[in-house]
């Protein structure tokens, strides 16, 4: 039984405020034993300020240890997929509760063309990201040869996950979008308007 808590409120009010209202709100629903808090990602305008997720739940771990955090949703094809395992795993490491990833491609072209990336590359860069971070996330030494990342030489991620690990999702809206999550192995996230 989670919350969503976001940086979200009248308009006009600072960001800072908008930060430590939603801090404020994880720290109550922590007090009140939800499981989760989680958070959505969104850049450049009013709707949920939140460019970076996972640096905002790393401040509701440290203020609300045991508590579960979740992401709905991470945009894998913005990210670079190194740093992104990279980033998961010093959460989770850093963490008490369970971490749970929901990931997606996007929506909002504008965020697209903010970053200089292809929207009609979504889909592509999303799985090669997913099979980037599954393959750094096993505590081994790897290479990788795709089409937006290549690793020749072997690196090792650190921090290396020990017996938590983290749960991970595949957002959907639609079947189309529901058939691609199966093909890559990742259990559904959607909103139960679609």
């Not at 989770?92 to 929901?102: D, F, P």
Request: with cysteine.
């Amino acid at each position: 039984f989670a919350y969503q808590i976001g940086a979200v409120g009248e308009a006009g009010l600072p960001d800072a405020q908008l930060y430590n209202e939603a801090l404020a709100d994880a720290e109550l629903i922590h007090r009140l034993n939800y499981d989760a808090a989680w958070v959505i990602e969104h850049h450049f305008s009013d709707y949920y300020p939140q460019p970076n997720p996972l640096l905002l739940l790393s401040h509701v771990a440290a203020k609300c240890p045991g508590l579960g955090l979740g992401t709905a949703v991470m945009v894998l094809p913005w990210y670079n997929p190194i740093r992104f395992a990279e980033d998961i795993a010093m959460l989770q490491t850093l963490s008490a509760g369970e971490l749970h990833i929901g990931m997606g491609r996007g929506t909002a072209r504008s965020e697209y063309e903010a970053f200089g990336i292809s929207m009609e590359t979504a889909r592509s860069r999303f799985a090669e990201a997913w099979e980037l971070t599954r393959l750094a996330l096993k505590g081994e030494p790897f290479t990788f040869d795709g089409e937006f990342v290549k690793i020749a030489d072997p690196i090792l991620l650190r921090p290396q996950l020990s017996n938590k690990t983290p749960n991970f999702y595949g957002a959907i809206g639609s079947p189309g979008s529901a058939e691609i999550m199966a093909d890559l192995d990742l259990p559904p996230l959607c909103l139960s308007n679609f």
